[in-house]
């Protein structure tokens, strides 16, 4: 049983439209980080949360942005989808050193 | 940079054979290191971890192995069956802040 969410799990968009990829874990961890997988490789750290308040960017350059304002929810924004953007976005949580993954959501960018 | 990378990106095995993964990884100050099963359409999931102080760690059918001389790390699985078809990641804990460095992954394929 998942203890950390996301929403929607697939999505299709136009060009332009602006979207929020939601995250929600209830396990009341401090850290939350935001990974980009295309299909069959690696996962690419784009954003993480050490807590309330704190957001940094990760190892991948990405447009998108998040933010933290309760410690349960780490939603993601892309304010102007493009095609490049289509790709798969999991969310992780961590405590100590155990990582939690939500499924992902997977965007497709027409 | 730090990296971790893997050596085959496929591999098929038969039924009942047993399955080697391996993985380099080139930042020598990591001491900690996981190994994810990725099933298609679903997030990465735990398997089996390892600590630097340590050279192999079993589980249940797994077996990880690290080799901090030539900074390599291997996922052995016993009896490989049908429900382990998946790809396999190791990743490398970095820094004080938890962040996880994967490597490409090598997708297991296991035929009757």
């Known amino acids: 049983e998942a203890d950390i969410y996301q929403t929607p799990r697939y999505l299709v968009i136009g060009t332009g439209k602006k979207i929020t990829l939601e995250c929600s874990q209830t396990?009341?961890?401090?850290?939350m980080y935001w990974y980009q997988q295309d299909p069959g490789m690696e996962l690419h750290l784009i954003h993480y949360?050490?807590?309330?308040?704190?957001?940094e960017k990760g190892d991948l350059s990405s447009e998108s942005t998040v933010s933290r304002i309760r410690t349960e929810h780490f939603p993601l924004t892309l304010e102007s989808a493009r095609p490049s953007h289509t790709s798969q976005y999991l969310c992780?949580?961590?405590?100590?050193?155990?990582?939690?993954f939500g499924s992902g959501t997977r965007l497709t960018v027409v | 940079g730090e990296s971790v990378g893997l050596h085959l990106p496929t591999l098929s095995v038969q039924e009942g054979d047993n399955s080697i993964i391996n993985c380099a990884y080139s930042?020598?100050?990591?001491?900690?290191f996981i190994w994810y099963k990725q099933e298609s359409g679903k997030g990465p999931q735990f398997i089996i971890d390892?600590?630097?102080?340590?050279d192999k760690r079993q589980g249940q059918r797994v077996t990880v192995l690290l080799n901090k001389t030539v900074k390599h790390l291997s996922l052995q699985i016993a009896a490989t069956q049908p429900g382990d078809s998946a790809v396999y990641f190791c990743?490398?804990?970095?820094?004080?802040?938890?962040?996880?460095?994967f490597g490409a992954g090598t997708r297991l394929a296991v035929h009757p």
């Open positions: 390892i600590r630097s102080n340590m």
């Open positions: 949360s050490y807590g309330v308040n704190s957001t």
């Open positions: 992780a949580s961590s405590e100590n050193q155990g990582y939690t």
């Open positions: 930042n020598s100050a990591s001491d900690y």
């Open positions: 396990m009341g961890h401090d850290k």
């Open positions: 990743a490398e804990v970095s820094g004080g802040y938890n962040k996880l460095i």
